[in-house]
C-alpha cells in the first residue's frame, strides 16, 4: 500500500514550457486534491475533485487544468509555464468515514518545479 | 473567508520540555480541525484529527484541543525529543466544499539536545 504517489518529484521548466504532475493514490478514496506551497503564504488549494470524471477549482486555479480520469489518478496540467508558477505541489486524497463525518486528508511527498 | 493563523511563527527548545503550539480561526462554523507535520523536503503527515463536536484528540505525547466558540485550538506536545523538530501545521475544513482545507503557514520548532 503506497498511499499517494507523486511524479515526478522534481522539474525545471523553462517560461512557456507545458508539463503534467500525475497523483496516484492506492486507498480508493473518492476525494482528491492539488495544493501548493509558496514560503510564507501556507498551502493554498488550486482544484480538487470529488470523484471520478469530476472537477472543481479551488482558490488559485488560474493557469492550471485538471483530469480525473480514472479514480486513482489525479492529474495537473500548466498549459504555459510562468515563473510565479515556481512552488512546491502536493496532491492530496481523502475518503468519507463510515460514520460519514470526516474527511481526514493524506498527503503525497510533493513534487518541486521550478520555472525559469 | 476563513483565515487561520498560527502563533508562534518559530519555536527553538531544549529537549524534555512540554509545549504548546497554537492555532487560531476566524470562522467558528468549522466541520473539523487537523493538525499536521511537515518535515523539510516532504509531504504533509496527519497528527490529529478533531471533529467539531470534540473537545480533544490524543495521541502518544500528543495533545489537541478545540474550542469553537473561541477559535482556537492547542497542539500539547510532552516531554519534547529532537525528533519532534518539524513544521507544525494547523488546517480547519468549514465543510462547504467536500473536505476542503484552510491552512496556517505552520509553526517551526526546533528541539535540540
Known amino acids: 500500500n503506497a498511499g499517494v504517489t507523486q511524479t515526478p518529484k522534481f522539474r525545471v521548466l523553462k517560461t512557456g514550457q507545458s508539463m503534467t504532475l500525475l497523483c496516484a493514490q492506492d486507498?480508493?478514496?473518492?476525494?482528491m486534491y492539488w495544493y501548493r506551497q509558496d514560503p510564507g503564504m501556507g498551502l493554498r488549494l488550486i482544484h480538487y475533485s470529488v470523484g471520478e470524471g469530476t472537477t472543481a477549482k479551488g482558490e488559485v486555479p488560474d493557469g492550471y487544468n485538471v483530469s480525473r480520469l480514472k479514480k486513482q489518478n489525479f492529474l495537473l496540467g500548466l498549459e504555459s509555464a510562468a515563473p510565479s508558477q515556481t512552488s512546491v505541489y502536493f496532491c492530496a486524497s481523502s475518503h468519507l468515514d463510515r460514520v460519514g463525518s470526516t474527511y481526514e486528508q493524506y498527503f503525497g511527498p510533493g513534487t518541486r518545479l521550478t520555472v525559469t | 473567508k476563513q483565515e487561520v493563523t498560527q502563533i508562534p511563527a518559530a519555536l527553538s527548545v531544549p529537549e524534555g520540555e512540554n509545549l504548546v503550539l497554537n492555532c487560531s480561526f476566524t470562522d467558528s462554523a468549522i466541520y473539523n480541525l487537523q493538525w499536521f507535520r511537515q518535515d523539510p523536503g516532504k509531504g504533509l503527515t496527519s497528527l490529529l484529527l478533531i471533529q467539531s463536536s470534540q473537545r480533544e484528540q490524543t495521541s502518544g505525547r500528543l495533545n489537541a484541543s478545540l474550542d469553537k466558540s473561541s477559535g482556537r485550538s492547542t497542539l500539547y506536545i510532552a516531554a519534547s525529543q529532537p525528533g519532534d523538530s518539524a513544521t507544525y501545521l494547523c488546517a480547519v475544513d468549514r465543510g462547504s466544499t467536500l473536505g476542503r482545507l484552510y491552512f496556517g503557514r505552520g509553526t517551526q520548532l526546533t528541539v535540540w539536545p
Open positions: 486507498m480508493n478514496h473518492e476525494y
